[in-house]
């Protein structure tokens, strides 16, 4: 009882918030509209029931009149029964497609905003987040309206046919095994202990499905990451000649989602042919105990067949669980990764960078302490100032701390405490080292990430030229994976092009020309003085040539074992 509780608490937290949205006055009358076109289905096959019980009446009658009757009712049942089940194809699936496309961008705005994706993978504490939002939301309304609507048919058929059961079966007299004892709507109790042993028996079977999906899912989603990543890497992998080493690890992940395939298949097996048993069973279980008194001329033909049918309804209502096994499985699976997904994404850091606006002018730190993932500090209690019109630059050896003293002063470094000041209203681009270009055209590539930004095609044009990507400018239109086509050094001058259009008022380049030879480093770092004078810009690299180009040298100096320290180095 305590796992189905939590069973249905998490389910309710994950499913009611879509029915509470702005997008409540399509989902609650489609929810509506498919539970009762589940309740009609009900009473379709209350209908049907009872023309059981005239149409084998009539057969052993063999009353003509009435026969052709019952087959002209069964036309009008069965074309009903046919346009319930078109709606119930049209709602239900219409609703799971509008609740797949709102949970979609809540799940993604949730995902993207505070940058929770970024902590995400600075701290994997969620594997393949992609999977969960693409294939487990999908998961998440399929399976919940299979078994919702599946319950609900189930309770209004076991409600509609445990009275006909009740009153059709008439009482047992268990006189034949020398007990004065007589047991009334004994086939409606039968049902019900059928149903319940069954259920119990297929927990037993079937409970391993719950972790065995959970997993499946999870090694899925990792030998299909694996595949993009060869993908993505093709020209790194092939320089390394490196299939050989890939087609290995390809094929251990896959080993995984074999091995788990296996473990699934055969729980499955065991499930299936315990499922199949108990469904042939309840198929003759009626006729067995209907037949003495169908024989002793207590009961006509008819109402054996629709004490059968009965049977079969109820027990079918009560078998729900037996028959559903799998899909309950795979829906604790799919919810399991949905909070593992909201829990990380929620998750804040202990301590925090806060970024604050100041009307002084200047970028300031103030009480900076930062620190690894691990915990291991890199900077303790540093404060720096940043002038406007002052171009800085940082340096440091290898692993002393720039690249995360650059992501501090963007706001999105979560381990650490302190103050980064910043112009209140400022223009700040940020340039790191493997720039990040979209796919899309090269007019956006170029624009991003300024949406709203109004440069011109012959602005972007010359920030091409510029940036010594003049042989790109009569490709703004073109659609293309950009960063598997472009060298890096094209990469980082593409970057050098999107500053220059966006014109910010502070600039922080991360190792943005590293990829460059010294004269195309030095041509660019020219372009930026000439066309951005008013743009403050703040450089972390190691090539002694860039000090040419900056009025101020900061050092990041630490040794190992020790938190590192700003110093200010003389000037040239």
């Known amino acids: 009882m305590k796992r189905v509780g939590s069973f249905l608490g998490d389910w309710w937290r994950l499913v009611v918030p879509y029915f509470k949205s702005e997008d409540w006055p399509w989902a609650i009358p489609l929810l509506v509209g498919a539970i009762v076109l589940t309740f009609t289905g009900v009473g379709l096959e209350v209908m049907f029931n009872e023309w059981n019980r005239r149409f084998y009446d009539s057969l052993q009658n063999k009353n ?10 069964f036309c009008w049942l069965a074309a009903l029964f046919i346009m319930n089940a078109v709606a119930r194809g049209i709602v239900s699936p219409y609703l799971r497609l509008r609740w797949r496309r709102w949970l979609t961008h809540h799940y993604i705005a949730h995902w993207l905003d505070g940058r929770g994706y970024y ?82 028996l297929a927990n037993v079977v079937g409970r391993r499905l719950i972790p065995l999906n959970f997993m499946r899912q999870r090694y899925e989603a990792n030998f299909r990451f694996s595949l993009v990543r060869v993908r993505e890497n093709a020209e790194g992998i092939a320089l390394y000649r490196g299939e050989k080493e890939e087609a290995q690890g390809l094929n251990q992940r896959f080993a995984d989602v074999f091995a788990n395939g296996w473990h699934v298949l055969i729980t499955q097996i065991q499930l299936a042919f315990y499922q ?48 559903n096994y799998t899909s309950l499985a795979e829906l604790r699976a799919v919810m399991d990764r949905l909070k593992g997904l909201q829990t990380a994404v929620d998750a804040k850091p202990p301590t925090a960078i806060a970024v604050e606006p100041n009307s002084a002018g200047g970028v300031a730190v103030d009480g900076l302490t930062l620190a690894l993932p691990t915990g291991q500090a890199l900077l303790e209690n540093a404060g720096l100032t940043l002038a406007p019109g002052t171009s800085t630059l940082v340096q440091g050896e290898s692993g002393s701390g720039k690249s995360t003293l650059f992501r501090a002063l963007a706001g999105i470094w979560p381990f650490g405490q302190g103050k980064v000041h910043v112009p209140a209203g400022a223009r700040v681009l940020f340039l790191p080292q493997k720039p990040y270009i979209p796919i899309g055209t090269l007019r956006d590539a170029v624009k991003y990430p300024d949406e709203h930004s109004a440069a011109t095609d012959a602005e972007i044009v010359a920030a091409l030229e510029a940036a010594h990507l003049g042989a790109l400018t009569g490709r703004l239109d073109e659609t293309a994976h950009w960063s598997n086509m472009l060298s890096g050094g094209e990469q980082q001058r593409l970057a050098i092009a999107r500053a220059l259009v966006f014109k910010p008022d502070w600039l922080f380049m991360d190792e943005a020309t590293a990829s460059l030879d010294p004269a195309n480093e030095a041509a660019i770092y020219q372009e930026l003085k000439a066309r951005l004078p008013n743009t403050t810009v703040v450089s972390i690299g190691h090539s ?29």
């Open 64 to 73: 003509e009149v009435v026969f052709w009757q019952e087959i002209v009712v």
């Open 119 to 200: 902590r995400i993978e600075l701290q994997r504490t969620v594997d393949n987040v992609d999977q969960r939002i693409a294939e487990d939301l999908n998961y998440l309304g399929q399976y919940t309206m299979q078994l919702f609507l599946g319950v609900l048919s189930a309770v209004a058929t076991l409600g509609s046919f445990i009275v006909i059961l009740w009153t059709l079966s008439g009482p047992l007299s268990l006189a034949f095994i020398g007990l004065d004892v007589t047991i009334p709507g004994y086939m409606a109790i039968a049902a019900l202990l059928y149903a319940i042993v069954g259920s119990a």
């Open 276 to 323: 199949s048993g108990y469904g042939q069973l309840a198929i003759i279980f009626p006729y067995l105990v209907t037949a003495p008194r169908f024989f002793a001329g207590a009961i006509t033909l008819g109402i054996m067949m629709q004490t059968a049918s009965a049977f079969g309804q109820v027990q079918g209502a009560l078998s729900f669980f037996v028959d």
């Open 544 to 572: 002694p040539a860039l000090k040419q180009w900056h009025d101020r040298t900061i050092e990041l100096q630490r040794t190992p074992g020790e938190t590192g320290r700003l110093v200010e180095q003389p000037a040239a």
